[in-house]
């Protein structure tokens, strides 16, 4: 198995970037409407009631599709995307203790694990030298070392601010409006910092051919 910080991007992930993209997203949205359809499931495929309440089935179709997904990613581009499959086996776990113990805590603190994780590593990367976010968004952009570095500064504490806002969330609120909050919150959030950050990736972006003439 090969991750995608380990290899240059390929020819497929070039060509259906869309594609790509329904494979990360995919997942949450099965998540958000098997919360909102979970009694209906639980009519309609009654070995699901066995599984817990809304939240819990829920989680549990969360994590076939995460399975899938990372299947078909593995099967079309040849290798799986660091962030999604880091995602993907936290979902695994704490989705599985959640099920296994009945216990939603799990699953709700799997966003503020993840965003932790990624925010940790790529501040402790600068720490010791090293922008990682450049092994993982390769395919997306070709930047020069500074502008990696600051890349990578901004996410580290963007994902932080995230993993504190989920906390903040799935304390306070029902789980109907965490669940809203994960798909429809996280998300625009999310793609208002992407497109903010277009300013200093437009400053650091390398040519191609620029790139090619590097030893």
Do not use: C
Request: overall charge neutral; charged content about 15%.
């Amino acid at each position: 198995m090969t991750l995608e910080s380990d290899t240059k991007p390929t020819v497929e992930e070039k060509h259906r970037p869309m594609l790509k993209f329904a494979l990360e997203i995919g997942p949450l949205l099965v998540f958000f409407f098997s919360n909102i359809r979970a009694e209906w499931l639980a009519e309609t495929f009654p070995a699901l009631s066995a599984v817990g309440g809304p939240l819990l089935i829920a989680t549990a179709l969360f994590m076939v599709a995460t399975v899938i997904s990372l299947i078909v990613s593995k099967i079309v581009f040849k290798h799986l995307p660091v962030m999604p499959f880091v995602s993907g086996l936290v979902v695994l776990v704490f989705g599985s203790l959640s099920i296994w113990l009945q216990d939603e805590t799990f699953i709700k603190m799997k966003p503020t694990i993840v965003n932790a994780l990624f925010g940790v590593a790529l501040l402790g990367g600068l720490f010791f030298g090293k922008a990682l976010l450049g092994y993982v968004f390769n395919a997306a952009f070709n930047l020069d070392a500074l502008g990696w570095k600051k890349l990578s500064f901004r996410w580290g504490l963007f994902f932080l601010f995230l993993a504190v806002l989920n906390e903040v969330v799935w304390r306070n609120f029902s789980d109907d409006v965490w669940v809203n909050f994960k798909v429809w919150g996280t998300m625009p959030i999310t793609l208002i910092f992407t497109f903010a950050q277009m300013p200093l990736i437009m400053r650091h972006t390398v040519s191609d051919a620029a790139a090619e003439t590097k030893p």
